[in-house]
Structure formats: C-alpha cells, structure tokens
C-alpha cells in the first residue's frame, strides 16, 4: 500500500474520533444545560430527591445536585420530636424532600423531609384505617400518657392501648418495635391514634383458642401461677391462664390462694374442665397430687389415740383434723362423759385435742372418733347415807331392822305383823 493511501486513511479515522468526541461533548453540554435549567427553575414548595452527605446533631447535608448542597434542620426530619439528626436519617441515605427555601446570596437551600413523609403517611394510614391491617412503628418518644411514633405524621399510642396489662413505668420501651392499628384518623387536624394493645388481644384469642383445642379434661400439664385473688390463682398453661379455684389448691382448707402459693411458682395442675365458648380453663392442682385419703390406711388405725385439731363445730360433734386433707367426726355423745347440750361448751375451733379411732372407711372417706375413750371416767357420784340420831326411835330400839348405806330398809312383816295375823285364820 503507498504511503499516500495509508495517510488518507488515517486522516479519515482522526476525522471520525473528533466527530465521535464532539458528540459527546455536545450531550454532556445539552445534560449539564438541562440540569442547569432546572436548577434555575427550582424553587419553594418542589419535590427534590438527593442522598444524605453528611449528618451533624441537628441537621442533615443532602446533595440534589445544585451548586451547594441542601440542608434538613432537625425539626423537618421527623413528625416526632428527635435528640439528633442521626436517629432519622444516615449518610448514603436516598430521601425525597421538599423545598422550604432558598436564598443564594447565603448559599442557603433549606429542605423538609417531614413534609414528604407527611403527605404520603396519610394515603397509607387511611388504607390502614380503613383495612384495620396491623403494622409495624418504633417508639420515638415517651410522653405524659403513652408513647410517640413516626408514623410520617406524628402517632400517638395512649398508656392504656400499649399492653393487654397495666403498665406503670413506660421509660424503657423508646426505641421498641411494636406492632399496631390505626383506631383514630383526623387528618384535617393532623390526629392518628394508634394502639398496640388490640393488636395482643387479637393474638392472645387466637392462641387461646389453639391451645384449648389442644387440651384434654383430665390430663395432667406444667403451668405457671400469673395473679393470685381472693377466690383463686390464674395460672398460664402454655400463654393461656386457666383457673384453680381456692377449694381445688390443696387437700386441706385453704383461706387464701397467698398462704399456700406464690406468683411464678412452676405447679402442676390437671384440667378439669374447658370450655372454649366461654374462653374458661378450671383447673386443679390438688387434683394432680396424691390425696390424703389414698396413704390414711398407713397412718390410720383403729384404736389408735392421735393429736389432731378441731376445725369445725356443728351440733351434732365435731370434725377433728388428724392430717392435712383428713377429718374425722367426734359425735357429740364422744365429746364428753357428762352430758353436754352442744359441742361449744366444751370444745372451739383450732383447739387440739386428742382423739381415739372407733371407726376407719377410707373408701367413703370417713373416720369416727371419740375423745372421752382418751379420758378416765369419773367416779360415780356416792349417795349420802342417813344419820343414826336422825332414824326414828322405834326403828332404832328394833333389833329387826337392817341399816345400809342404801338407807333403811323393812320387811312386810316386820313393818305390818301384827296386823297380817287377823287376816290368818280368815
């Protein structure tokens, strides 16, 4: 190929790269002459996207690719009230603001993430008003009566619409997830209420309903003592609290469900009864141990002599304790060798005393007792005997009468002889 060929070729490709290179020139010049013209055209009240540069405490550098860089105060980075910058937002974040101002002489751009958020919280928080669809928030702020969220707008959780349970002291739950529904909506004044309590309550049904078809009258589970009342303990069978009835605690009398147990003891409990309509679990722990009635014939012997304690006085005797869960009746005829007209005159509640066994059927659960076989019988009473100087003068000048300590006594003929001779001879 001669030289001047391969010349015209080069020059032909030098000519291409330039026309190539000035093309692009030409679209870097049309792009930076749009942006240019549509920074020019910014202004107060647009919409801008950017991406967060740098954070200090109480703002945000957002670049959006104007000559200098636009500025989120900390108050128009959330609805809620923030200690800093950096719990709303974080560097490399892409965020979507409004225009607030703009004053080039101060090289000031002044931008509103809140107003952003605000207006597209309220499309989503009326669908989920409207749904009633549970969501998740993080609590931005305790306040005097409940909790603050971001929710776009500023979400407020009343103390009583946080928990199914009463909660005193809310300090630590800042910064917690929690999951609630809309139950009030006012956008006109900017109100949303919110509640995490029936979100629980909803959950809590649920689970009671599978865990109560999972249980069975009869058998015997582990559970957990949550609240203790004057009639009885609730206690939590797998997140469901049944309840044991102040009777079904123990074997023996109980007074109160407190002097027996104790909120968390771990008790074993069987099911005595569910009902799933009512959303009602009876349950008993006595139930789930040993009665006293199935070990008494090792304890209990006829004709022992054992200490026990009377419980309950009736009229017709009393019922003595002689272990815990076992009592026997000592018939009012057993209570004493005297005769006495009720057991209240010689007997009280709580008293001890010892008793003798007559009587042992541990299949019918009874027990006769008697406490006068633990006692000597007194000695009959004896009768005072007459005065010799007080007997009449012809019974005692008479060698025929007998005198005893029973008193004085005759016979017929000693007392009428002479009389039943006229009768002899008739």
């Given at each position: 190929?001669?030289?001047?060929?391969?010349?015209?070729?080069?020059?032909?490709?030098?000519?291409?790269?330039?026309?190539?290179?000035?093309?692009?020139?030409?679209?870097?010049?049309?792009?930076?002459?749009?942006?240019?013209?549509?920074?020019?055209?910014?202004?107060?009240?647009?919409?801008?996207?950017?991406?967060?540069?740098?954070?200090?405490?109480?703002?945000?550098?957002?670049?959006?690719?104007?000559?200098?860089?636009?500025?989120?105060?900390?108050?128009?980075?959330?609805?809620?009230?923030?200690?800093?910058?950096?719990?709303?937002?974080?560097?490399?974040?892409?965020?979507?603001?409004?225009?607030?101002?703009?004053?080039?002489?101060?090289?000031?751009?002044?931008?509103?993430?809140?107003?952003?958020?605000?207006?597209?919280?309220?499309?989503?928080?009326?669908?989920?008003?409207?749904?009633?669809?549970?969501?998740?928030?993080?609590?931005?702020?305790?306040?005097?009566?409940?909790?603050?969220?971001?929710?776009?707008a500023r979400g407020f959780i009343p103390a009583s619409m946080v928990e199914r349970h009463f909660v005193e002291d809310f300090s630590d739950y800042k910064g917690r997830t929690l999951r609630v529904k809309v139950?009030?909506?006012?956008?006109?004044?900017?109100?949303?209420?919110?509640?995490?309590?029936?979100?629980?309550?909803?959950?809590?049904?649920?689970?009671?309903?599978?865990?109560?078809?999972?249980?069975?009258?009869?058998?015997?589970?582990?559970?957990?003592?949550?609240?203790?009342?004057?009639?009885?303990?609730?206690?939590?069978?797998?997140?469901?609290?049944?309840?044991?009835?102040?009777?079904?605690?123990?074997?023996?009398?109980?007074?109160?469900?407190?002097?027996?147990?104790?909120?968390?003891?771990?008790?074993?409990?069987?099911?005595?009864?569910?009902?799933?309509?009512?959303?009602?679990?009876?349950?008993?722990?006595?139930?789930?141990?040993?009665?006293?009635?199935?070990?008494?014939?090792?304890?209990?012997?006829?004709?022992?002599?054992?200490?026990?304690?009377?419980?309950?006085?009736?009229?017709?005797?009393?019922?003595?304790?002689?272990?815990?869960?076992?009592?026997?009746?000592?018939?009012?005829?057993?209570?004493?060798?005297?005769?006495?007209?009720?057991?209240?005159?010689?007997?009280?509640?709580?008293?001890?005393?010892?008793?003798?066994?007559?009587?042992?059927?541990?299949?019918?659960?009874?027990?006769?007792?008697?406490?006068?076989?633990?006692?000597?019988?007194?000695?009959?009473?004896?009768?005072?005997?007459?005065?010799?100087?007080?007997?009449?003068?012809?019974?005692?000048d008479n060698p025929n009468v007998s005198l005893s300590n029973q008193g004085l006594s005759f016979t017929l003929a000693e007392r009428f002889g002479d009389k039943l001779d006229k009768f002899k001879g008739k």
């Amino acid at each position: 190929m001669s030289e001047e060929i391969r010349n015209q070729e080069a020059a032909e490709n030098n000519e291409s790269v330039e026309a190539v290179d000035s093309a692009a020139s030409n679209q870097e010049e049309i792009a930076s002459q749009d942006a240019l013209e549509q920074i020019i055209s910014l202004k107060k009240g647009d919409t801008v996207k950017g991406t967060i540069v740098k954070i200090e405490d109480n703002q945000a550098y957002v670049s959006i690719g104007y000559k200098y860089d636009g500025v989120i105060p900390i108050r128009e980075l959330s609805s809620v009230q923030l200690d800093n910058a950096a719990s709303a937002v974080e560097v490399g974040q892409e965020v979507e603001c409004k225009v607030v101002s703009i004053n080039d002489n101060k090289e000031s751009l002044v931008l509103s993430k809140r107003a952003v958020d605000s207006e597209k919280s309220w499309d989503d928080l009326e669908k989920y008003y409207n749904s009633q669809e549970s969501f998740e928030v993080t609590v931005a702020d305790v306040v005097k009566g409940g909790l603050v969220a971001d929710v776009g707008a500023r979400g407020f959780i009343p103390a009583s619409m946080v928990e199914r349970h009463f909660v005193e002291d809310f300090s630590d739950y800042k910064g917690r997830t929690l999951r609630v529904k809309v139950k009030e909506l006012d956008r006109e004044n900017g109100k949303v209420i919110l509640s995490a309590k029936e979100v629980l309550e909803e959950e809590f049904e649920a689970n009671k309903q599978r865990i109560m078809a999972e249980l069975t009258e009869g058998e015997i589970i582990e559970g957990t003592v949550q609240r203790l009342t004057q009639f009885g303990a609730f206690v939590d069978v797998g997140g469901v609290d049944g309840l044991v009835h102040v009777s079904e605690i123990a074997w023996s009398h109980v007074d109160k469900p407190s002097d027996v147990i104790s909120e968390g003891d771990k008790v074993r409990v069987k099911v005595l009864k569910v009902d799933p309509e009512k959303g009602k679990i009876s349950l008993s722990i006595k139930a789930a141990t040993p009665g006293p009635w199935d070990t008494a014939s090792d304890k209990i012997h006829i004709g022992d002599v054992v200490t026990g304690e009377v419980k309950r006085l009736v009229n017709f005797g009393a019922f003595v304790e002689l272990f815990p869960g076992v009592e026997g009746l000592v018939h009012i005829s057993q209570i004493s060798h005297k005769h006495i007209g009720t057991p209240h005159e010689v007997l009280k509640e709580g008293q001890e005393v010892q008793v003798k066994v007559l009587d042992f059927n541990p299949s019918e659960k009874r027990v006769s007792l008697s406490i006068k076989e633990t006692e000597e019988a007194p000695a009959p009473a004896a009768k005072p005997e007459r005065s010799r100087d007080r007997a009449p003068k012809e019974v005692l000048d008479n060698p025929n009468v007998s005198l005893s300590n029973q008193g004085l006594s005759f016979t017929l003929a000693e007392r009428f002889g002479d009389k039943l001779d006229k009768f002899k001879g008739k």
